[in-house]
């Protein structure tokens, strides 16, 4: 039985399988397997949601499965009913469950603690696996590799940006250059052991909280938006702290070949200007779309085994 609730749940091999996955998902060379039939996918949802919910309910249903959703007020969790008892019960009627909590990812673990249903984080409070996994398959796709890739990352050390750390640091000679807002970083944890896996390789990771002496000759610029789903800022000025972190076309003079990725949704004139977002170095809707090509990666892995092996391989 295979899970995703964090990008460290993957090997390495893991997870190179599921990004070339995605990418020939992407090509349209895979369209007419449909590994899941017969398959039945629950998409459980706290919080709004296009893009992932979208994908994972498009892909399952291109791969064969039904799904069934449930919305924040659907279940029993609501009256008190363990996270455990929830998880074991729906896993003796579906087979994956998708669930985006925007909480503790011990609530997905506790889920995740029986034999018989896969559990994928769609999003937790300290982690955006498959986020990331969507961030890799469209670098894959663009430049034909990921090893020694140079990223700036600009903004809140949110969820997304802590699994891309988590996932980045995997790929030999890549770097990753976080400048984040002063309080609002990645947590000691997510930096710990990024800086851990990049030490073990290849890769680099560097994070500050100013944008002075920013080095160029990046490869991708990456912001999310400032107001992250289901969470708010202590601070009441937080919006002068985060202004100086904007992505404007500025940013592209040490770094003209730069193609810009967003997580999306985005808010122009916050986080990014309209001029970037909408330019001619962003990707960030073809990187929307392959949210879908990843989330079928991600669902064919959890009941196949590894990305694209034949038929009959589930566990």
């Known amino acids: 039985m295979r899970h995703l609730i964090s990008i460290n749940d993957l090997t390495d091999e893991d997870l190179r399988s599921i990004v ?3 990418v020939r998902f992407r090509s349209g060379q895979a369209r007419r397997e449909r590994p899941l039939d ?7 949802f706290k919080r709004t949601s296009t893009r992932t919910r979208t994908a994972f309910s498009s892909g399952a249903l ?7 959703a449930y919305g924040p007020e659907d279940l029993q969790l609501n009256t008190g009913e363990t996270h455990a008892d929830t998880g074991r019960v729906m896993s003796r009627m579906l087979d994956v469950l998708v669930a985006r909590t925007s909480g503790d990812p011990v609530e997905l673990r506790q889920m995740a603690g029986q034999d018989r249903m896969s559990v994928i984080n769609a999003m937790t409070a300290d982690e955006h696996p498959t986020q990331a996994l969507t961030d890799l ?4 796709d663009h430049f034909g590799r990921i090893d020694g890739l140079r990223v700036l990352y600009v903004g809140e050390g949110n969820n997304s940006a802590a699994a891309l750390a988590l996932a980045l ?6 770097h990753l250059e976080l400048r984040t807002p002063p309080g ?3 947590t000691e944890e997510i930096t710990a052991t990024a800086t851990a896996q990049a030490a073990r390789g290849t890769a680099t990771i560097c994070e500050r909280h100013d944008m002075a002496e920013l080095p160029g000759g990046f490869d991708v610029i990456y912001t999310t938006r400032w107001q992250t789903t289901g969470t ?8 002068e702290i985060f202004a100086p972190f904007q992505v404007g076309a500025g940013l592209w003079a040490g770094s003209p070949d730069a193609v810009f990725m967003h997580d999306l949704p985005a808010h122009r004139g916050e986080e990014v200007t309209a001029e970037v977002l909408d330019g001619p170095a962003s990707i960030a809707f073809e990187q929307a779309e392959n949210k879908l090509h990843s989330a079928m990666a991600v669902l064919e892995w959890c009941r196949r085994g590894p990305a694209g092996g034949p038929p009959g391989t589930r566990s």
Not at 38 to 44: A, I
């Open 20 to 22: 070339a996955r995605g």
């Open 38 to 44: 017969g398959d039945v996918v629950g998409v459980y």
């Open 62 to 68: 291109r791969l064969g499965a039904q799904i069934i």
């Open 137 to 140: 398959t469209t670098m894959l």
């Open 169 to 174: 640091t995997r790929y030999a000679g890549t």
């Open 184 to 186: 609002y970083g990645l």
């Open 232 to 239: 708010s800022k202590p601070d009441p000025n937080w919006r």
